[in-house]
């Protein structure tokens, strides 16, 4: 055993008594249970093409099903073409016994699925350069499923949050959730993991970012002595995070070596030869799954992202999926079809004036009183949350904001304890000295100067050259680097010889890019 696998042993027996060694490996007892993987399965069967599947074949194979030693999973985990190193330890074999053993029948309908979901991915990861095995983890995010949603919230293939779907471009309301769209997903999904690599320029780090966040991440790194090895930062991340490498590796694992275990995928009834269509106008699924005769079931789950049916084309082009061999009678029958039952199917979205109204209803939220506040010149989001007391997400979320652009005499909702109602209520009359007073700040010259106008949240500089920004109170590395064209926080880091992404701070200047 070498000198830094005796460390590692020693420094991981001090937190955690659940981890031994044969020969030079690390083995960590599996302190993560794999009741999420089994769940994730389990909810395949939400999917339409799987239920229309053949009933008998979603039971495992007759055959026996083969499990091995740990030396051949470690010999053919090292066989899988990877620029990702893939370990092997106890917590891998367990969650590779998901997939192959507990829950064959589910990962059967998942074999089925890659054939569908996995060039679509390939495609796209490799226009944005990026290790095309990275396609494992929309197994372990979602089990292929488009319309997964877990317990927090997190939606879609890519699992996103609404707040980091926002960020990265996809569009979420109550009618369209792009979340669930797999195309546009996915290149979020491409976005954000090259933007953690320009951070961490390690994949394990990447991956295990991508499902706690890189605060999260970096944290762990900071208490583990600004440690960068996934392993030496093990215990200090959250629990879920420690099972997430070895829940990608298994699905590697599994997804290349099903045969050697006796599994054969469920043919799905999917069709692989579909096209997109854009459309201008308003039309629902119903009336071209109605006109066509195609089952609407088929036509929704091809279009997972259309949350009611309604295609709310008016407000902006959006593309509809389906069968490659019906978009030309789709195309010739256009104005049949967006005529047929159109007092049934678009009444309510006719008789919403407001083009942003038609595909945004302000959410309901239960328990809690509703308080209007009019943005004022030197306002942010940030400052509003703060005086409110409430959170940043759940300001940009109660009013359909992207980033955090607002303009002043907007009127924003805000949701608050009704036992502090009257309280709040009077912030909208504060003067701006008296509002950060109220939460136990003292404007200075420099905060105010922080708080510029909603309207002019991007700032030149002649220094150098370059365009510049100034941080302003909740801003990230990400939510900047969206405010430009052809910009990413990759490159924002490295032009401001940032490592860390989350130690900017309000009133800090940013180069951006070079004057054109």
């Not at 890659?114 to 796209?124: C, L, S």
């Not at 708080?451 to 590395?477: I, K």
Request: hydrophobic letters at 35%; aromatic letters at 12%.
């Amino acid at each position: 055993m070498n000198l830094r696998t005796v460390i590692l042993l020693l420094l991981f027996t001090i937190l955690s008594p659940d981890i031994f060694a044969v020969n030079d490996t690390i083995i960590i007892r599996n302190d993560y249970s794999t009741e999420r993987i089994e769940r994730d399965l389990d909810s395949l069967l939400n999917n339409w093409f799987i239920m229309m599947s053949t009933k008998p074949e979603m039971l495992p194979n007759d055959s026996t099903i083969f499990s091995f030693p740990d030396s051949v999973y470690i010999d053919r985990i090292g066989r899988i073409n990877s620029v990702i190193t893939l370990p092997y330890n106890s917590i891998i074999r367990n969650h590779i016994h998901v997939y192959t053993e507990r829950k064959v029948d589910r990962f059967r309908v998942m074999l089925g699925l890659q054939d569908y979901y996995f060039p679509m991915i390939e495609d796209v990861f490799d226009s944005y350069g990026l290790p095309v095995e990275l396609k494992y983890m929309a197994v372990i995010e979602s089990a292929l499923n488009p319309t997964a949603v877990s317990r927090v919230g997190a939606t879609g293939l890519w699992q996103f949050m609404y707040s980091t779907g926002r960020m990265y471009g996809l569009t979420i309301n109550s009618v369209v959730d792009e979340r669930r769209d797999p195309v546009k997903a996915t290149h979020a999904a491409a976005r954000y993991l090259k933007d953690l690599y320009g951070i961490y320029n390690d994949w394990i780090l990447v991956i295990a970012a991508y499902n706690c966040g890189p605060g999260n991440v970096n944290k762990a790194i900071k208490r583990s002595g600004n440690r960068k090895d996934y392993w030496e930062i093990y215990y200090r991340l959250p629990r879920e995070t420690r099972g997430y490498i070895p829940q990608y590796v298994a699905a590697a694992y599994a997804m290349n070596y099903y045969t050697d275990h006796n599994i054969t995928p469920i043919q799905i009834d999917i069709p692989l030869a579909v096209d997109t269509v854009v459309v201008s106008r308003d039309i629902h699924l119903q009336q071209i799954a109605s006109v066509l005769g195609l089952p609407i079931e088929e036509l929704s789950a091809m279009n997972p992202q259309y949350r009611t049916g309604l295609v709310p084309g008016k407000t902006k082009p959006y593309a509809i999926t389906m069968p490659v061999d019906m978009l030309g009678q789709f195309i010739e029958m256009t104005d049949t079809i967006t005529s047929y039952k159109k007092e049934e199917y678009l009444t309510t979205v006719n008789q919403t004036s407001a083009p942003s109204q038609s595909v945004y209803l302000p959410p309901d939220v239960k328990g809690k009183t509703k308080l209007t506040y009019v943005v004022r010149e030197g306002d942010n989001l940030g400052f509003i949350s703060e005086w409110y007391g409430v959170g940043l997400s759940d300001l940009r979320y109660w009013n359909n904001i992207y980033r955090n652009t607002i303009r002043v005499d907007q009127k924003l909702a805000v949701y608050v304890d009704p036992s502090r109602a009257e309280y709040y209520s009077k912030v909208n009359s504060m003067t701006f000295a008296e509002k950060q007073k109220m939460v136990g700040k003292t404007p200075s010259s420099s905060s105010v100067a922080a708080a510029s106008p909603a309207s002019q949240s991007l700032t030149a500089s002649s220094d150098a050259g370059y365009e510049t920004y100034t941080v302003r109170y909740g801003d990230t590395v990400w939510d900047i680097a969206k405010k430009y064209n052809d910009v990413s926080a990759t490159d924002i880091m490295k032009l401001n010889n940032i490592s860390d992404a989350s130690k900017i701070q309000v009133g800090q200047k940013l180069k951006i890019r070079k004057k054109s």
